[in-house]
């Protein structure tokens, strides 16, 4: 019997793990205008400003983790302190099962838990698979930066998204 999905906060073991995983989506140039892939250090450093507000969350099955996703800071600037940017990194082995839509559920759910009202994040118009993703789960396109940074030599163009996570009310109490 497989082992269903499950999704809970990363702990500071999670950190090799998600080294792991972004390192593979530093690799497969599809998620991050990264190029050098990173190691413990670095990861310990990300994962340690990732406290508080700022959730990650990892997906395991059978035991393994093999999917993370974060909710990163937007701007430092209070008038923004209710808008998070996200980040989703899935194991190449189990992209286009489920695993990303299911982090991005619970990491919203987080988002809410925090105050956050809403959230942005930055992909590439060429992630067929990060953009059906994003499509699925009520993201819309705002816009897109052209030759927003340099990949392998390359202007890339960088894709803007959004999602509103509460439209009960105009005003906000942060």
């Not at 969350?57 to 923004?80: D, F, M, Q, T």
């Not at 489920?98 to 919203?108: I, K, P, R, W, Y």
Request: glycine share 8%; with cysteine.
């Amino acid at each position: 019997m497989m082992e269903t999905l499950t999704v809970r906060h990363a702990t500071l073991e999670d950190t090799e793990s998600i080294l792991r995983i972004y390192n593979q989506g530093i690799e497969d140039r599809i998620a991050t205008l990264e190029t050098e892939t990173k190691d413990s250090s670095y990861m310990e450093a990300w994962f340690h400003d990732h406290q508080g507000r700022f959730s990650v969350l990892v997906a395991e099955k059978e035991g393994k983790v093999i999917g993370w996703a974060s909710l990163n800071p937007y701007s430092h600037r209070c008038a923004y302190k209710g808008v998070a940017d996200l980040s989703v990194y899935i194991d190449r082995n189990y992209r286009g099962q489920g695993v990303g839509s299911t982090l991005l559920d619970a990491l919203e759910k987080a988002a809410k838990e925090q105050e956050f009202y809403k959230i942005v994040l930055f992909t590439f118009p060429f992630n067929q698979g990060g953009q059906g993703l994003y499509q699925k789960m009520g993201y819309r396109q705002v816009g897109v930066f052209e030759k927003q940074g340099v990949m392998d030599g390359e202007l890339i163009d960088v894709m803007i998204m959004e999602k509103l996570l509460s439209a009960e009310s105009k005003s906000v109490n942060l």
